[in-house]
């Protein structure tokens, strides 16, 4: 027992000075358990996705569409857009002409049209459209669900109008006045209540259906809500990504192969303290070699095993799933390059700033699998609070998986994806310019 | 013709070469020998224009040697103390790339990479990964990566550590050889073994300061006797080296006394006072002092402390 006692005292001893060991068995978990709390609205009174871009275009003046427009404003989920600004700075409203344009140009993904024609003038029934560019399926579902949610609690007051309007253009002005007026007085009599007001009421298409609606949306009555599916006609317009041959795999790819690369990259940075612990760096600093030299020849190795690397992943995705690599070849491989040098940069950042090799491999398991979670690699960005959203546009995960959509997905030309390509190599080059300022600080090469 | 004027070199509070001044000529087999920590690997990363002084002044053929100067780092070559080589690549690619990086192309590369291996005799390996190798093969192959360029001046930072003793003899031939080829060799080692059968001259360095320099016989000189007698230290002997002590230093080393006469102490004196103690002559062997006594004599601690 003894001799087992002083073994495990060894063991604990080792592990203590292991900080990449604690911060692997303590840090990590505790990192990631607090990004899926996130995600999945644990102890937060606002659980669900948070501030979805929804661009409204509004061409009913009935009032009860304003309703809607404010319903789905007043929805956390959504941050709704309803003008646009000019280049003069000045504000106008979004028309339904704007609306495409902007989905390619990634101001939103997802805008809600109500017609003129909201309440359907042959028979009864409300007619809307929803223009989307659904990269990503988790958030695309979501963002439907939540739109019918806010369309359902408010359709019976529109349905409520269709009838009326329905009624009015069947029986006349003076006749449906009269059929208001003595469905009031009945509804009244039975249930109370002021005669006027109910038959104001009824007049605004206000049946009392709205819990019905509401019921409807919570599935809490299939038939009331199969009645709403049926009246509420809801026509959804893929605008990018359509000819998408294999939309599930472009959808995932991406984010499955920035994690190995950063994986791959921050394991070939532990490669640099087992160059300096086998002397390495002293016998080519002796010889003609500058450290410069030795930086930018591996930070050069990391992008062009990256590169290959990431080609080679989606050349995988192509055989195995079908993904469509070489409609924009050219322009996936501008932005692996720059994904593979963000990676890479990030990976020398690593070794620089590291003591030892086994710091790096905890720090980079730590980093990677933030980044990843942060970025949008596993879940959508939309479903974190919105501060996690904003730290997720600091990870080069997002910013790679924002080039590969546009390329995969989108289709984009090499001049739409320059600014996210511009955004990875100023990445690139910040990262690289602090981990070379460490690198002649710090002691990896004496 | 190497110069070391003054340097002195910190890490922190520590200070790791105090004010050494050193001049090497050409063809010498130049030793350091100190203990661990003494700065000898410092001295070396110095010339070798790795790291820079804080004071004083290194030339090789009156040229500074500073880190950001490469080009007279073409006329040296580095033997690490580690085993610098990759390990998962072959001998021969090994070779080549530090060859290649000295500016080698080639049909010259070529045939100086198989000179290399021949000389070490690694040639029937040559395809085989390093790391395959034993450590005998890995120290031989990491010394002549060292001279494929041809340097004129090779540091050698402690070359045969963990090395059995064929391939260090081994290495001991090939470096002589070069040396009597022209090639200018500083040896770092806390062997005294190796220093006295390599070097031409030898410096003692310790805490950063170079305690004498000189030929080996020199070095000796400055020791306050010729001779070393030692005996058991037993209970018949323990008379005897009560009274040894008034004539000369007698030191107790595990289960034998060692005595350094003092200079006006003879030798038949001591064999005469034996006698009287009816301690017979085939007790006592009488030795050349080494360097391990003169580093002692010196700094006053061993060379393995």
Known sequence: MRIILTLLRKDFANFIRDKAAVSLTFLVPVALIYIFGQVFGLNRKDSGPTGIRLAVVNQSDNPAAQQLVDALKAEKSFRVLTNRVNPDKSERPLTEEDLRPMIRNRDFRFALIIPRDVIATRGVGLHLRILSDPRNDIETQTVNGLLQKAIFSNVPQLLGQSLQTSARKHLGNPRLDQFNGELAAAVTKAFGGDVEETKQALAEGDFGLSALGAAGQSGQQGASADFFAKVVKIENEQVVGKDVKSPEATRVVGGWAMMFLLFALSHSAAAFFEEKKAGLFQRLLSAPVRRAHILWSRFLYGVLLGLVQLTALFFAGRLMYGIDVLGNFGNLVVVCTAAAAACTAFGMLLAAISPTAAAANGLATFLVLTMSATGGAWFPVSFMPEFMQTIARFTLVYWSMEGFSQVLWAGQSFLQILPTVGVLLGITAGVMAVAVWRFNRGAIFD | ?305
Request: glycine fraction near 8%; charged fraction near 25%; proline fraction near 5%.
């Open chain 2, 1 to 305: 013709m190497l110069k070391l004027d003054r340097i002195t070199k910190r890490y922190g509070t520590l200070t790791a070469l105090d004010g050494v001044s050193l001049e090497i000529a050409p063809g010498e087999f130049f030793g350091l020998l100190g203990p661990n920590g003494a700065g000898k690997s410092t001295l070396m990363s110095l010339v070798a224009g790795l790291r820079a002084p804080e004071a004083g002044r290194i030339t090789l053929d009156g040229r500074r040697v500073t880190a950001a100067d490469p080009a007279t780092r073409i006329s040296l070559g580095l033997v690490p103390q580690a085993i610098a080589l990759y390990e998962d690549l072959s001998a021969e690619q090994n070779l080549q790339i530090f060859g290649e990086l000295y500016g080698l192309r080639g049909p010259d590369l070529r045939a100086r990479i198989d000179e290399a291996l021949e000389a070490v005799q690694l040639a029937d390996r040559r395809r085989d990964q390093v790391k395959t190798f034993s450590g005998g093969m890995q120290r031989r192959l990491n010394l002549v990566a060292a001279l494929l360029h041809r340097p004129r001046l090779l540091l050698c930072d402690e070359p045969t550590v963990g090395v059995d003793p064929q391939s260090r003899n081994a290495i001991f031939d090939f470096l002589e050889a070069r040396v009597r080829a022209g090639l200018t060799v500083i040896y770092s080692t806390h062997y005294m073994e190796e220093a006295t059968r390599l070097c031409s001259r030898i410096a003692i360095i310790d805490h950063g300061r170079i305690h004498a320099l000189g030929t080996l016989d020199e070095l000796l000189a400055r020791l306050p006797f010729r001779d070393e007698i030692s005996f058991p230290a037993t209970p018949a002997t323990a008379e005897l080296a009560a009274r040894l002590a008034a004539h000369g230093q007698i030191i107790r080393d595990g289960g034998t006394h060692r005595f350094r006469p003092a200079t006006a102490f003879r030798t038949s004196a001591f064999y005469a006072l034996a006698e009287s103690l009816a301690l017979p002559p085939r007790l006592f062997v009488t030795e050349r002092p080494t360097l391990e006594a003169l580093f002692l004599h010196l700094t006053g601690r061993t060379l393995r402390e």
